[in-house]
C-alpha cells in the first residue's frame, strides 16, 4: 500500500483492489491524505477553487446569517416548544420537503460556520444558526451553551437591535 502512494503521482489518487481495501489502517490513510493535500495545494485551480468558496461564505454569512438571526422567535431558546398551526404542520407532504430543506441548509451552514473558523466570517454565530436549523438529539443543550458566551450574546444582540427586534430571552443558568 505504501509503495502505491508513491506511484499516485499527478494524480493523487491512490490505486486501490478491494482484496488490499480491508487492510487499509487509519495511519496509511492518514500518510495518502498527506501526500494528496500538498499536491491538491500546489495546483492554482484548487487554489482559486478555494479562494471562491471563502468569498462566497464570507459573503453569504454577511447577508443570510443576520436575516435568520432577525427573524428568529425571541423565546427561541427559553420555550421548547415550537408555535402551534403553522401552515407546513398541517400538509404531511410539505412538512417532509421543509424538514429536508431545513437540515440540508442547517448542514450546509454548519460546515461554512466551521469553516469560518479559521476563514473569515462570522463562525461561532453560524454555527449557532446551523444548530437551530438541523435536528439531532442534545441540540437544545449544545445550542443553550453556546448562547450562554458573552460575545455571542453580544453579537446576537446587536444583530437584532440594528433590525429592530426585541432582545432574545436567554435561559437560565
Request: proline content about 6%; aromatic content about 8%.
Amino acid at each position: 500500500m505504501l509503495g502505491s502512494i508513491a506511484r499516485a503521482g499527478k494524480t493523487g489518487r491512490l490505486p486501490l483492489n478491494y482484496s488490499d481495501y480491508n487492510r487499509v489502517n487509519v495511519q496509511k490513510l492518514a500518510e495518502y491524505i498527506w501526500t494528496v493535500i500538498p499536491n491538491a495545494l500546489r495546483e492554482p485551480s484548487v487554489l482559486a477553487y478555494l479562494f471562491g468558496l471563502s468569498l462566497v461564505l464570507f459573503i453569504g454569512s454577511i447577508l443570510v446569517i443576520p436575516i435568520l438571526i432577525a427573524h428568529m422567535r425571541a423565546d427561541y431558546f427559553t420555550n421548547s416548544i415550537a408555535p402551534e398551526n403553522r401552515w407546513f404542520e398541517r400538509q404531511p407532504t410539505m412538512k417532509v420537503v421543509i424538514l429536508i430543506l431545513k437540515n440540508l441548509l442547517g448542514l450546509v451552514l454548519l460546515l461554512a460556520g466551521l469553516a469560518m473558523m479559521v476563514l473569515p466570517g462570522q463562525g461561532i454565530i453560524t454555527v449557532l444558526v446551523a444548530l437551530t436549523l438541523l435536528n439531532f438529539p442534545g441540540k437544545r443543550r449544545l445550542e443553550r451553551r453556546i448562547i450562554s458566551q458573552q460575545h455571542v450574546q453580544r453579537g446576537i444582540t446587536w444583530i437584532r437591535t440594528r433590525a429592530g427586534r426585541p432582545k432574545l430571552l436567554m435561559p437560565k443558568k
